[in-house]
């Protein structure tokens, strides 16, 4: 006798119910007694809403203490994520980098531009020398530091290839006008009383008309080595890189306007100095301390170029400073990109190991553990022979057959089917053998 599906659903809810039951004595009727149904049993395991969800994030080991437990909770936003990190890191090295520089040359603005080719040794870029496109240092130190040249022949003190210090100075005291990077070539006193002038760090050692002299105070009975009350010319001999003779010619100096003390300069490349230039405008009388901005210490070769570019004097500068610019450039960019994968690269290793000595592998949390927002709880529907793991999603609800309620009634291992007793057939009929 085939049991019908009403039979199977009574057995179903017998064999999910938790609590024991007691069997009815059996009958020797030839009919059963119908058994009350009774109430719909709980499910294996079901869901409560006051229930606290498990957090896949409590089985997590800190990286900081390595203790297994509760970890912090995952960061979503860091500062260097932002689109303004890096502008805002530019600006802040910048700024560092302004004030360092201040605080070393104590002059604001601290650097200037070589706009001109006047320094430069030849035609061609020079590095160490002052070329169009540099950019220097102005540092304000006292009167008595600066070295002019004919001091720096005595004591050997070199500055830009040359003896002497390079001054940075407003021509004629103009703080409006473009500054003029030149070397000091003698320091000039100005005698009001006879209008004569005293000069100051000539070598005494080295005065004559001989290959090996420096100066010299020719003229009449004046002419030697005096450096008082000099009211005609004073010779320079072998002067900067084009070993020029220099005629300092004091009438001329003082029809100009030269009638206070200050330093001469010259230009490394020029031929004459500013004070003294013939058929052109003359750049500057006598400099006073006051003009003097400072003197160039430092260089940064070739980056001053671009404000000539913008400038419009981009023919100033040197053919090779460009080439140097550019190398330079991508250079840079070249060492930057290596740091960043180099650093990069530390950070991982680093990382790893620190995983290896944890002794686990970090892995991405399933969907239904990442947040933000609770972890969804699974449910445990009353067909299902298994729990469902929590960390995985919840299953989603889905229509059951009878034929699939009946397979997991005979194949659950809680509880084998009990047997069914068939009802005894009843005994033949004798009348209708007879007839």
């Known amino acids: 006798m085939v049991p019908s599906p009403?039979?199977?659903?009574?057995?179903?809810?017998?064999?999910?119910?938790?609590?024991?039951?007691?069997?009815?004595?059996e009958s020797t009727s030839a009919h059963r007694s119908p058994r009350p149904r009774s109430s719909r049993a709980e499910p294996v395991r079901r869901w409560q809403p006051n229930e606290a969800a498990e957090d896949p994030w409590d089985d997590v080991v800190d990286d900081r203490s390595g203790r297994r437990g509760k970890a912090k909770p995952p960061v979503f936003w860091r500062a260097r994520?932002?689109?303004?990190?890096?502008?805002?890191?530019?600006?802040?090295i910048l700024a560092v980098l302004l004030v360092s520089l201040f605080a070393y040359t104590a002059n604001w603005p601290p650097v200037y531009v070589v706009e001109s080719n006047s320094m430069q040794h030849g035609s061609g870029d020079h590095l160490g020398v002052l070329n169009a496109g540099d950019i220097v240092l102005a540092q304000r130190v006292s009167n008595s530091s600066i070295v002019t040249y004919v001091a720096g022949v005595s004591s050997g003190f070199t500055t830009y290839g040359e003896y002497?210090?390079?001054?940075?100075?407003?021509p004629n005291g103009s703080t409006s006008a473009t500054p003029i990077v030149h070397r000091a070539l003698l320091y000039l006193q100005f005698n009001k009383s006879n209008d004569t002038f005293n000069t100051t760090g000539l070598p005494s050692g080295r005065c004559g008309t001989g290959n090996a002299s420096v100066w010299y105070v020719p003229g009449g009975s004046s002419a030697g080595c005096q450096t008082h009350g000099l009211a005609n010319e004073l010779l320079l001999y072998h002067i900067g890189q084009k070993s020029l003779t220099?005629?300092?010619?004091?009438?001329?100096?003082?029809?100009?306007g030269s009638t206070h003390s200050g330093y001469l300069t010259l230009g490394d490349n020029n031929t004459e100095p500013d004070q003294l230039s013939a058929g052109v405008a003359l750049l500057s009388t006598l400099v006073k301390p006051s003009w003097v901005i400072g003197v160039a210490r430092g260089l940064i070769?070739?980056?001053?170029?671009?404000?000539?570019?913008?400038d419009g004097n981009a023919a100033k500068v040197p053919d090779a400073s460009w080439e140097f610019l550019g190398l330079t450039i991508a250079g840079v960019i070249f060492a930057a990109a290596g740091v960043h994968l180099l650093l990069r690269r530390g950070r991982e290793a680093r990382a790893g190991r620190r995983e290896s000595d944890l002794g686990f592998e970090e892995?991405?949390?399933?969907?239904?553990?990442?947040?933000?927002?609770p972890a969804r709880p699974s449910t445990v529907q009353p067909w299902q022979a298994t729990p469902v793991d929590e960390t995985e999603?919840?299953?989603?609800?889905?229509?059951?057959?009878?034929?699939?309620?009946?397979?997991?009634h005979f194949t659950s291992a809680r509880e084998a089917p009990r047997p069914r007793r068939r009802a005894p057939k009843p005994p033949p009929d004798d009348e209708g053998d007879d007839a």
């Open 6 to 25: 009403a039979d199977e659903d009574d057995d179903l809810d017998d064999l999910l119910d938790d609590k024991p039951k007691r069997r009815a004595p």
């Open 81 to 92: 994520d932002s689109l303004y990190f890096e502008p805002l890191v530019a600006l802040a």
């Open 164 to 170: 002497g210090d390079v001054l940075l100075y407003y």
């Open 246 to 256: 220099v005629t300092v010619d004091f009438a001329r100096l003082m029809a100009t």
């Open 301 to 310: 070769p070739w980056f001053g170029a671009l404000k000539l570019l913008l």
């Open 363 to 373: 892995e991405a949390p399933p969907p239904s553990a990442r947040r933000p927002g």
């Open 393 to 408: 999603a919840a299953p989603s609800p889905r229509r059951v057959s009878y034929e699939q309620r009946r397979r997991a």
